[in-house]
């Protein structure tokens, strides 16, 4: 059974860098990539970031390129989210996803949830604020 399990939300000031984990388990070989996504109160949930499971392939939001690296450990089966320089505007409730899609599906197309089906963990808030 999959399971993804986020942690290192928090509170941190303008200017300041935190760094999310997911941790899966259960991930079979249709699981073509693990992405970030966000969701701020009264807005929809937008793809912040997604690696591929296998291969180097990566994608980031135009709102955090620059600032965000995603990045993976296999042998710990995790995967990070270091985010610096974070404005309030990164404010929002952080979620993982596994993400189950057909071969050749881009990462661009993954992350931007227009294909592939995700499998999303509890979620971890982040607050950027002074």
């Known amino acids: 059974q999959l399971q993804l399990v986020e942690s290192g939300g928090g509170l941190v000031q303008p200017g300041g860098s935190l760094r999310l984990s997911c941790k899966a388990s259960?991930?079979?070989?249709?699981?073509?990539?693990i992405g970030w996504f966000r969701q701020a109160p009264g807005k929809e949930r937008e793809g912040v970031s997604c690696?591929?499971?296998?291969?180097?392939?990566?994608h980031y939001a135009d709102s955090v390129k620059g600032r965000f690296t995603i990045s993976r450990d296999n042998a710990k089966n995790t995967v990070y989210l270091q985010m610096n320089s974070l404005k309030p505007d990164d404010t929002a409730v952080y979620y993982c996803?596994?993400?189950?899609?057909?071969?050749?599906?881009?990462?661009?197309?993954?992350?931007?949830?227009?294909?592939?089906?995700?499998?999303w963990g509890q979620g971890t808030q982040v607050t950027v604020s002074s």
């Open positions: 259960g991930l079979t070989s249709d699981y073509y990539a």
């Open positions: 690696i591929r499971s296998s291969g180097g392939g990566t």
């Open positions: 996803a596994a993400i189950r899609a057909r071969p050749f599906t881009t990462i661009q197309a993954m992350c931007s949830m227009t294909s592939g089906t995700p499998y």
